[in-house]
């Protein structure tokens, strides 16, 4: 069901006037459009939602139901726009940061470095949360300023820097880890099948599984779930198999999970900070700079 904000407000106000060519004039539009949006309403929730008459248009039971929950919802819409105004008029600086699943504990970490730094008090940092692959494409479509994202881009339309490596942990069941207080190399963690974030969710983690266990690797990775790294425990608490995470992440109390440390080379992951190439504004320029 996909009720738009439009015809429910048309919606509330047909149903406080009790007539479709008041509500017209009071909508500034004409009656034939307002009539097709209450046809269309009606048709998408299975129900009549007013008794037409010559004297006018009353609402049903199931019409004044809903009247009252749409009324709620465009008085509490009204008062976000209202806020957003006020927003966009008391403040002229905004920096929109996107910041990949699983590090979303740097939030802190960066409205510190703005308040360290010593930014114009005026500035707004706005902080977006999605997957790894949603915070690269926001940023290249102008949605975001900054990423904060895992692993690094390709993009020669977008500038990397690596802001810190993290060791990664192996997720396996309790009866596994209890075995281990860490594994020598990443080919050595205990489960059959080795869990990996899907490429469409997060790339980096997605490529790095596939190169570290390729088709003659003693372990089988398992793609067929669409799963992120927030994700990936949960999984592996449902007997899924096991999988590899950043440090990062292993505050999470998942039962019936631990997270094991990896030795070696391999078992170490990047994140980074990306802006487009094109000329930033001083405000990103100096947010940029605050991370050395």
């Given at each position: 069901?996909?009720?738009?904000?439009?015809?429910?407000?048309?919606?509330?106000?047909?149903?406080?006037?009790?007539?479709?060519?008041?509500?017209?004039?009071?909508?500034?539009?004409?009656?034939?459009?307002?009539?097709?949006?209450?046809?269309?309403?009606?048709?998408?929730?299975?129900?009549?939602?007013?008794?037409?008459s010559r004297t006018g248009m009353s609402l049903t039971e199931f019409g004044s139901v809903l009247s009252r929950q749409a009324s709620r919802i465009i008085a509490e819409f009204?008062?976000?726009?209202?806020?957003?105004?006020?927003?966009?008029?008391?403040?002229?600086?905004?920096?929109?940061?996107?910041?990949?699943?699983?590090?979303?504990?740097?939030?802190?970490?960066?409205?510190?470095?703005?308040?360290?730094?010593?930014?114009?008090?005026?500035?707004?940092?706005?902080?977006?949360?999605?997957?790894?692959?949603?915070?690269?494409?926001?940023?290249?479509?102008?949605?975001?300023?900054?990423?904060?994202?895992?692993?690094?881009?390709?993009?020669?339309?977008?500038?990397?820097?690596?802001?810190?490596?993290?060791?990664?942990?192996?997720?396996?069941?309790?009866?596994?880890?209890?075995?281990?207080?860490?594994?020598?190399?990443?080919?050595?963690?205990?489960?059959?099948?080795?869990?990996?974030?899907?490429?469409?969710?997060?790339?980096?983690?997605?490529?790095?599984?596939?190169?570290?266990?390729?088709?003659?690797?003693?372990?089988?990775?398992?793609?067929?779930?669409?799963?992120?790294?927030?994700?990936?425990?949960?999984?592996?608490?449902?007997?899924?198999?096991?999988?590899?995470?950043?440090?990062?992440?292993?505050?999470?109390?998942?039962?019936?999970?631990?997270?094991?440390?990896?030795?070696?080379?391999?078992?170490?992951?990047?994140?980074?900070?990306?802006?487009?190439?094109?000329?930033?504004?001083?405000?990103?320029?100096?947010?940029?700079?605050?991370?050395?």
């Amino acid at each position: 069901m996909g009720i738009d904000l439009r015809r429910l407000r048309s919606f509330v106000t047909v149903a406080q006037l009790g007539s479709l060519t008041r509500a017209a004039r009071h909508l500034h539009i004409e009656q034939p459009p307002l009539s097709r949006q209450i046809a269309s309403l009606e048709r998408e929730v299975g129900f009549d939602l007013f008794t037409r008459s010559r004297t006018g248009m009353s609402l049903t039971e199931f019409g004044s139901v809903l009247s009252r929950q749409a009324s709620r919802i465009i008085a509490e819409f009204d008062v976000m726009e209202n806020i957003i105004e006020k927003s966009r008029r008391e403040h002229k600086y905004r920096i929109n940061i996107g910041i990949s699943d699983g590090l979303h504990s740097l939030d802190r970490f960066i409205k510190s470095v703005m308040a360290i730094r010593s930014f114009d008090p005026r500035v707004i940092v706005d902080l977006k949360h999605d997957c790894n692959e949603n915070v690269i494409m926001m940023l290249k479509e102008g949605t975001i300023d900054i990423a904060v994202i895992w692993g690094e881009t390709d993009d020669d339309n977008l500038i990397n820097k690596i802001i810190f490596r993290e060791r990664l942990y192996a997720v396996t069941l309790d009866s596994y880890s209890t075995r281990k207080k860490h594994y020598r190399n990443i080919h050595d963690i205990d489960g059959e099948y080795v869990l990996i974030p899907s490429k469409s969710r997060n790339k980096y983690f997605n490529d790095m599984m596939v190169n570290l266990f390729p088709p003659e690797s003693t372990r089988n990775i398992n793609p067929n779930y669409d799963i992120d790294l927030l994700s990936l425990a949960p999984m592996v608490a449902a007997g899924a198999g096991c999988g590899l995470i950043p440090n990062l992440l292993t505050s999470t109390n998942i039962r019936g999970v631990s997270y094991v440390e990896v030795h070696g080379d391999e078992a170490v992951c990047v994140a980074s900070l990306v802006t487009r190439r094109e000329i930033p504004s001083p405000l990103v320029r100096s947010f940029m700079a605050s991370f050395r």
